[in-house]
C-alpha cells in the first residue's frame, strides 16, 4: 500500500484559494488519488478522485504531478464550512481506503 | 436520496457489557464496510462485505468483535464485552461495489462509543 504524507494542518481566510499537498511517492502506477474530507461529528465524505490528469467537480480540482508522486487539492474559495480534515488516499483495484491523519483545515472569517 | 444510516449515534456502556451498532446503507450498495476511528486518526477498516459475504475481515478482533449483514442489505457490528479500548467511533459505509480503484464510498455519521 502506497504511503502518503500530508501537513498535519493548515489555514486560510475565508474566500481564498487553499492549496492541500499530498506526497506519494510509493504510488503504483494504476492507483487512483482519491480525496476524502471529514467535517467535524461527521463521517468521511468523497471530494474528488484523479489517475493522471488534472480534474475538476463541483467541490474542489485536484493536480496531479505529472511523475504521480504528488497531488494537490485546490478549494477555489474557501468557505467557513470547508473547515475538515482532508485525505489524501491512493486506491488500488481492490477499492480498500487506507486513511492517514489528513490535513486538519482551519478557515477564518 | 438517503444516506447511509446509523443508529445509534450515541452510546455509553460499562465495561464487559455488550453493545451494537446498526447500519442501513445507500439502497443498491452491495458492498459494505465498518470503520473503527480513534481519536485524532482517520479510519480503519474492520470488515467489509460484498453482499452477504465478508470478503475482508483481517483487522476484526475476532475473540469480541463479530458482525453480520443479513440479505445483504443492513448489518449489525457487535462487541461483546466491551472494554475501555473500545471508547471511538464506529463508522459504516457503502457503494456499489463495481469499479474497483475508481469506487467511491459513502458514509454514515458514526456511532459514538464510550466505555466506562
Known amino acids: 500500500d502506497a504511503k502518503t504524507t500530508q501537513p498535519n494542518s493548515m489555514e486560510s481566510n475565508e474566500e481564498e484559494p487553499v492549496h492541500l499537498p499530498c506526497n506519494h511517492s510509493?504510488?503504483?502506477?494504476?492507483?487512483?488519488i482519491h480525496w476524502y474530507r471529514q467535517l467535524p461529528s461527521q463521517g468521511p465524505e468523497y471530494v474528488i478522485h484523479?489517475?493522471?490528469s488534472n480534474v475538476n467537480n463541483r467541490m474542489a480540482s485536484l493536480a496531479i504531478a505529472e511523475d504521480r508522486k504528488s497531488s494537490t487539492l485546490i478549494l477555489h474559495r474557501a468557505t467557513l464550512r470547508d473547515a475538515a480534515v482532508y485525505y489524501c488516499?491512493?486506491?488500488?483495484?481492490?477499492?480498500?481506503?487506507?486513511f492517514g491523519t489528513g490535513t486538519r483545515l482551519q478557515v477564518f472569517p | 436520496e438517503a444516506g447511509v444510516v446509523q443508529s445509534p449515534r450515541y452510546k455509553i456502556i460499562e465495561k464487559k457489557q455488550p453493545v451494537a451498532f446498526w447500519c442501513n446503507p445507500i439502497?443498491?450498495?452491495?458492498?459494505l464496510y465498518w470503520y473503527l476511528q480513534n481519536l485524532g486518526q482517520g479510519p480503519e477498516l474492520l470488515i467489509r462485505?460484498?453482499?452477504?459475504?465478508?470478503?475482508?475481515d483481517s483487522q476484526l478482533p475476532k475473540d469480541r468483535f463479530s458482525a453480520e449483514r443479513l440479505k445483504g442489505v443492513d448489518s449489525t457490528l457487535k462487541i461483546q464485552p466491551a472494554e475501555l479500548g473500545d471508547s471511538a467511533v464506529y463508522l459504516c459505509?457503502?457503494?456499489?461495489?463495481?469499479?474497483?480503484?475508481?469506487?467511491?464510498?459513502?458514509f454514515g455519521p458514526g456511532t459514538r462509543l464510550l466505555v466506562l
Open positions: 459505509a457503502s457503494s456499489f461495489g463495481l469499479a474497483g480503484e475508481e469506487e467511491t464510498q459513502y
Open positions: 510509493t504510488i503504483s502506477g494504476t492507483d487512483y
Open positions: 484523479g489517475l493522471t
Open positions: 488516499i491512493p486506491v488500488s483495484n481492490t477499492d480498500k481506503l487506507i
Open positions: 439502497s443498491g450498495h452491495n458492498t
Open positions: 462485505y460484498e453482499n452477504e459475504e465478508a470478503v475482508d
